[in-house]
């Protein structure tokens, strides 16, 4: 990726940011635990018709991290005031994993401004607490950890960082990564502890209450959705495109036969379905 920039969104936090082509903006928001290189395939197909911006979500990667401000709606106002900075006032927008949190809070709180959303293995936080149940549930642990009081998750997960982090990248994927992606991965994941477990930990508080709201105000995406996962459904016996189809009268559902880290894993996959949404 190229032609990085440090753009202020908010008092006190900058957003570390790659953009690359020209056309009409896409912005690609990463997961867990990522930054914005897991992009790195995908956007250098769309940029050939497109203006790519690929930022580092707050406390992330090389962008700042403060002390709070890791609900949702908070994030996703960092990438409508990214997207203004940079001279657009509608945009389309994907996310993975945590990226697509902040995708799904942006396209409801945002309706004006986000043009096409695309959501990659990833749910409203409404629906993932619904969904996980008895032992089944231990596959999202770090969820749970995660949503504890400020001390506890931070002492431990910084004990450990590598091993915890890339337990993730490990037993997520079905291909190793790249020795220096993963090695990226980890360093920024290691200088992240605290900001990643609050943004965990929103997800437990603000963000669900904020999605609950939403969904009881039968409050639905105005634009075209794209969703693409793994068959999470089949393992944790749910109905995902179901559950979609209450938020996105626009859907597209699609599933892929790759790990989590799919626009990694399967970037052909993930580039048609986005091109495919933006078409």
């Known amino acids: 990726m190229n032609n990085h920039s440090r753009i202020p969104v908010a008092d006190g936090v900058t957003l570390n940011t790659t953009i690359q082509g020209s056309g009409s903006p896409v912005i690609l928001l990463h997961g867990f635990p990522q930054t914005h290189l897991m992009w790195r395939h995908v956007a250098a197909d769309l940029s050939a018709d497109h203006t790519v911006i690929c930022p580092d979500l707050r406390g992330y990667g090389d962008s700042d991290k403060p ?12 990438i409508v005031e990214l997207a203004r900075k ?14 697509a949190l902040v995708a799904f809070r942006a396209g409801l709180d945002h309706p004006d401004k986000i043009t096409h959303l695309g959501i990659l293995d990833g749910m409203s936080t409404y629906d993932t607490w619904d969904v996980l149940h008895g032992v089944s549930a231990s596959v999202a642990f770090h969820l749970y950890l995660m949503a504890q009081p400020v001390g506890l ?23 190793p990564f790249p020795p220096d992606v993963r090695a990226a991965y980890l360093r920024a994941s290691r200088a992240a502890v605290p900001s990643i477990v609050a943004d965990f930990r929103a997800t437990a508080t603000a963000d669900v ?64 379905a986005l091109r495919d949404l933006l078409d």
């Open 67 to 78: 002390d709070s401000g890791y609900d949702k709606r908070t994030m996703a106002a960092d």
């Open 86 to 99: 940079l001279g657009f006032s509608r945009f389309a927008l994907a996310g993975h994993d945590r990226g």
């Open 153 to 175: 998750p931070e002492k431990m997960i910084g004990a450990v960082p590598d091993e915890f982090f890339g337990y993730f990248l490990d037993a997520w994927s079905q291909q």
């Open 209 to 272: 209450e904020q999605d609950t709201a939403d969904f009881e105000a039968g409050r639905r995406f105005a634009m075209p959705v794209s969703v693409v996962h793994q068959d999470w459904g089949s393992v944790l016996g749910f109905d995902p495109r179901a559950r979609w189809e209450r938020w996105a009268p626009q859907l597209t559902y699609t599933t892929v036969t790759s790990g989590h880290f799919m626009a990694e894993e399967a970037p052909a996959e993930v580039i048609k």
